[in-house]
């Protein structure tokens, strides 16, 4: 079946550093990636999509590489901000019509 | 602004109650779902439906209740039957291939 598997957090950096959370995939077919970001209290916000091989998505100074041949979708971030603290999930969906499988989700804390 | 409404943000009952979580979008989506989310835990699908007028069960549907009389709403009932009710519940809608999200409401059974 389908599924996402993404690093266990927390994952703690200080402010500036360089950030990576890993996200694999297992599915049937071609999936749509996506990354959405949870601030504390709140709903999951869409951060950013890949729906082909080899597509990046990017938003916020965030990117994530579909990458077909090693099926991941690694999240990435030159710089953080302490404003980034919050949770990532990585998630799939394979057709239109299917439930999105999200991964457990990564909490990321930066220090000032 | 076109969006995913959820009311109220904080919910408190007693325990043996029904208790009913609202979702509304103004998005033209057909598909919405709910989840179910425990402290530091992800989200588990609780129903979904991808029309008017049918809903399908997700993977905790035990103790839950759904109805989709409307494009636009897709109510949640929390039963008594539920056995662990408190929880925060969020509320999602898609079109294609991508899913949004309400502000979920945090539900307190006591």
């Known amino acids: 079946g389908n599924s996402v598997t993404q690093m266990e957090g927390p994952v703690t950096l200080s402010e500036e550093a360089f950030l990576t959370i890993n996200c694999t995939y297992t599915a049937t077919g071609y999936p749509s990636l996506f990354w959405y970001v949870q601030y504390p209290g709140e709903g999951l916000q869409l951060l950013l999509k890949a729906t082909k091989a080899d597509d990046k998505g990017s938003n916020k100074g965030f990117e994530a590489t579909y990458r077909k041949e090693t099926t991941s979708f690694h999240l990435e971030k030159g710089s953080v901000q302490v404003s980034d603290s919050a949770v990532y999930f990585c998630?799939?969906?394979?057709?239109?019509?299917?439930?999105?499988?999200f991964g457990k989700g990564t909490r990321l804390h930066i220090l000032p | 602004d076109g969006g995913i409404t959820q009311s109220p943000k904080y919910l408190f009952r007693k325990e043996g109650q029904n208790v009913t979580l609202s979702c509304e979008q103004n998005l033209n989506h057909d598909a919405m779902y709910w989840y179910r989310q425990d402290p530091g835990q992800g989200l588990r699908l609780i129903y979904y439906s991808q029309i008017v007028n049918d809903f399908q069960k997700g993977d905790i549907a035990e103790g839950y209740s759904v109805s989709r009389e409307k494009k636009e709403s897709f109510p949640l009932t929390v039963t008594s039957a539920q056995k662990n009710p408190t929880a925060f519940y969020l509320c999602?809608?898609?079109?294609?291939?991508?899913?949004?999200f309400g502000p979920g409401t945090r539900l307190t059974v006591t």
């Open positions: 999602a809608s898609s079109i294609g291939v991508e899913q949004y």
């Open positions: 998630a799939l969906k394979v057709n239109r019509d299917d439930k999105i499988i």
